[in-house]
C-alpha cells in the first residue's frame, strides 16, 4: 500500500482524504491517505519523519506550504515561481520534489469544467498573497490578453506583478484604482473568511463577466453574492478548484489522471 497524507493546522475540514479515496476507488489504486495536524513550528520534522517510513507524497495547506518549498529538494518551474507548494513527491531515488498544483487546478476547472476561454481576454486577479502566487504562472499560460492583480496593499500587487512580468501582461494597482469592465474577476483574498468584500468599483463588471471565487462554502460566497446583486450571471466557488488541485497532485504521483466530474458533484451534494 503507498501512504500518502495532508499535513495542515488546522486540518479537521480537510476534504483531501475523501476526495482522494475517490480517486483511488476509480482506478482500484492500492493507497492510503491520511490526514494530520502538525504543530506551527514542526513541518519539516513530521515531512522528514513522514518520507523516512516509506511516505510516497503529501500534500500541504495552510500554514505550510512555504515550508514545504524550503523542505524539498527538487522544483517544478511553476513551484519555483510561486515559492509555495501544495504537492510533495518522493522520486525513486529518495529526493523530495516540489510541485503547486493549485494554479494548474484553477485554470482546469475554469477551461474545462466550466468551459471559460482565458486566451486574449483581460482577467482581474484579487489579492496578492501565497494564493495568488501560487496561480499567477498557470494563468498567464493561458495567454490572456492582459492580468490586472488588485490588492488591499497596493506595493504587493506592484511587486507580485513585477515578478511576473516576464511571462505575460500584468500589472498591479488598489481596489479603487481598478480601471475598465473584464472578462474574468477572480477573488484570491481571504477576505471573504471573514465575510468582507474588496472594494472593487461596480464598473469592473459586465452581465457577462465570469466571477469566480477561490473560496467555498455552503450557499454563494460574499464576493459571489455581490457579483449577483450586480447583474453578474456566472459565478463560481472554488470546491472545482479543490478537486482539481487534488487531481494533478494525484496524477503526479500515480501517473494517470483521475475522473473529477463525479467526485465534484458529490461534494457538491454533500452540502446541500
Ligand atoms: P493566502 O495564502 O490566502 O493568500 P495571505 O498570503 O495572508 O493568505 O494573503 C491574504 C490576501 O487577502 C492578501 O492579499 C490580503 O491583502 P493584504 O495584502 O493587503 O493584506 C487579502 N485580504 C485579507 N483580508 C482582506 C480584506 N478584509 N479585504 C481585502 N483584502 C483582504
Redo the contacts with the bound molecule.
Sequence with gaps: TDLYSVMGNPIGHSKSPQIHAAFAAQARDNMLYTAQLVPLEGFADAAERFFSHGGAGLNIT?PF?EDAYRFAGEYTERAKRAQ?VNTLKRMADGTVLADNTDGVGLVRDLTVNHQVELAGKRILL????????GVLQPLLEQQPAELVIA???VS?AAALAEDFADLGNVSGCG?TEVEGAFDVIIN????S??G???PLPVSALTPATVCYDMMYGSGLTVFNQWAQDNGVTTTIDGLGMLVEQAAEAFTLWRGHRPQTHNVIAALRNERR
Design positions: 495552510v506550504k509555495a484579487l489579492g496578492a498573497g501565497g494564493a495568488v502566487r490588492n488591499r496593499t504587493k481596489f484570491g483574498t481571504s477576505a473568511l471573514s468582507e468584500l474588496p
